[in-house]
């Protein structure tokens, strides 16, 4: 996977690149990440990169030709154009399974806004998509960059020491992730669960997607109707539907 980022503050990726599980990834070969200051491709000398909005109104907007003229530059006209995200509240919710779709590519570029907005052409004509990380505005698009390339590499094989580790995670076959416990087995009197040491694999497994559906339906029940349940599954959750109207 090779990450291509557009953004004004490459300083603000260094900690995150080199303090993470992207930095073994990088040794490994697996990973590419180059940071890209779009200022370098603004046109005039003093690298302008926004401008105040046609019609008036608060803020500056990034200006169009930086964004056209770094896509010329990045992609090879005679190659398939990879995926171009634009980080922006209005677009698409960045999920587990666009987590998943992403990681599907080989190669991902993103576009870092900032101030008031990019110009409309960048969304029209050089983003091929957009990706929200929630409902609230940030300051800039680094801090969600940053989120979808950690997500994008937990992906890649590899790149995490345990393969089953991804596999595990919360929304990962769409449930909120099973408690975990380490040793020792009890700390000022708190106990872990005698079936985790029980040493019967069948049993911590049923535990744990026990465990699973009910921290899912107690925390985020609306995401119980994207999964696919077994009939064991129906009847757990309905014994827990009857305990709490007792």
């Not at 109104?57 to 006209?77: S, T």
């Not at 909120?176 to 000022?188: G, H, N, S, V």
């Not at 019967?200 to 535990?207: S, T, V």
Request: charged share 25%; hydrophobic share 35%; glycine share 8%.
């Amino acid at each position: 996977m090779r990450f291509d980022v557009l953004t004004l503050f490459p300083d603000m990726f260094t900690g995150f690149i080199q303090n993470s599980m992207i930095q073994k990834a990088h040794e490994k070969g697996l990973i590419e990440t180059r940071i890209i200051n779009f200022r370098d491709y603004a046109f005039n000398k003093h690298r302008t990169v926004d401008d105040i909005p046609y019609g008036g109104g608060d803020g500056m907007v990034l200006k169009p030709e930086p964004f056209f003229e770094a896509i010329d530059d990045l992609i090879d006209p005679n190659e398939e154009k990879p995926p171009v995200l634009l980080m922006s509240p209005q677009g698409e919710r960045l999920t587990q399974q666009k987590v998943n779709q992403l990681a599907t590519h080989s190669r991902l570029i993103l576009l870092c806004g900032h101030y008031a907005g990019f110009d409309e052409r960048i969304h029209q004509y050089v983003a091929t998509e957009e990706i929200s990380i929630g409902d609230y505005v940030l300051t800039g698009g680094e801090l969600p960059a940053m989120i979808i390339m950690d997500s994008v590499s937990r992906q890649i094989p590899g790149v995490l020491g345990n393969t089953l580790s991804a596999q595990n995670d919360s929304f990962a076959d769409g449930l909120l992730e099973y408690p975990q416990y380490t040793r020792p087995a009890e700390y000022r009197g708190y106990q872990v669960p005698e079936v985790l040491l029980s040493g019967h694999h069948l049993r911590i497994e049923k535990w744990r997607r026990q465990e699973s559906l009910r921290r899912t339906w107690e925390r985020r029940p609306e995401l119980l109707d994207k999964v696919t349940l077994t009939e064991e599954d129906r009847i757990f959750l309905r014994q827990l539907e009857d305990q709490q109207g007792e």
